[in-house]
């Protein structure tokens, strides 16, 4: 099975996990903190169970690493060349609070690049879905797939959109939101919960992503192979290429997700870099 085949099947997949969530959607599922004091509830592990006997049907040479399964040491992943990166449900807080905004996020990681991602939305039967070299596509339930691309520039008479979470700033984010300004104009911000910040971007429904605050590698690998897909990137602050390589802390460094192409890439790396150089 190539690539493509497998991304294609990890879609009806994660289709599956969030068959298994919705049941706990709105239903006052009981909630337990993690030692990280992040909550998780039993949709989580049910989702985890889909996928990971799933991806263990479908391709059982394929190591899996998942919020709900992550207490593997660094001396067994240092050995691996290609595994699965999963939050078998991304917006736990979201789902918990009754909103839509929660995902089922699965990647397929190669040498610490991501190879595709899948992206599911439970509630609507939405999926966003891609990699670097495969494209990107969007799909609704019981309809064909449409593909979706970045854009770089706003729509005429639009704004420039940032997304951000409604959960989640830092001082530093702010800062860089106020440079970016400076150098786009005036700044829509739009807030959306878990990984479909990426998603809109990838289907060109906003410009820039930035993250100055904590994220884990299974809450952002799978919608960035969709928004790479869809000719966008993610770059860390320094403007390098933003990796999974194997290590101790599973917790990101800090990112900026945009197109690929964008004529104010280059202001906005700049001043990215800059930030790093003073902090």
């Known amino acids: 099975m190539n690539d493509l085949q497998l991304m294609h099947e990890v879609v009806k997949l994660a289709q599956s996990a969030g068959?298994?969530?919705?049941p706990f959607w709105r239903a006052d599922v009981a909630v337990t903190n993690k030692a990280d004091e992040s909550p998780v509830t039993a949709a989580d592990l049910a989702a985890h169970r889909v996928i990971a006997d799933g991806l263990q049907a479908m391709a059982p040479q394929i190591p899996v690493l998942s919020e709900?399964?992550?207490?593997?040491?660094?001396?067994?992943?240092?050995g691996w060349q290609r595994w699965w990166l999963v939050d078998p449900l991304d917006g736990t807080k979201e789902f918990i609070a009754g909103s839509e905004e929660f995902t089922v996020n699965i990647a397929l990681v190669e040498r610490g690049e991501v190879v595709f991602g899948v992206v599911a939305?439970?509630?609507?039967?939405?999926?966003?879905?891609?990699?670097?070299?495969?494209?990107?596509?969007?799909?609704?339930?019981?309809?064909g797939m449409q593909p979706i691309q970045v854009r770089n520039v706003p729509p005429s008479g639009e704004r420039f959109t940032v997304v951000a979470s409604r959960r989640h700033s830092s001082p530093q984010q702010e800062a860089l939101l106020e440079g970016l300004s400076g150098a786009v104009g005036e700044l829509e911000l739009a807030n959306i919960g878990s990984s479909l910040k990426f998603c809109w971007l990838a289907e060109g429904a906003a410009d820039c992503y930035p993250r100055l605050a904590p994220t884990s590698q299974w809450d952002t690998a799978a919608a960035q192979g969709v928004l790479e897909g869809a000719g966008?990137?993610?770059?860390?602050?320094?403007?390098?290429?933003?990796?999974?390589?194997p290590r101790e802390s599973?917790?990101?460094?800090?990112f900026l997700a945009l197109p690929a192409a964008a004529a104010w890439r280059q202001a906005l790396v700049a001043l990215s870099v800059r930030m790093c150089d003073r902090a």
Do not use: H, K
């Open 68 to 78: 709900e399964d992550c207490d593997i040491p660094l001396s067994v992943r240092e």
């Open 121 to 143: 939305m439970p509630t609507n039967g939405r999926c966003y879905f891609g990699g670097r070299t495969l494209g990107a596509w969007r799909a609704e339930r019981d309809a």
């Open 232 to 245: 966008g990137e993610v770059i860390g602050l320094d403007g390098q290429a933003f990796r999974y390589p």
């Open 19 to 22: 068959d298994a969530i919705l």
């Open 250 to 254: 599973l917790l990101n460094p800090f």
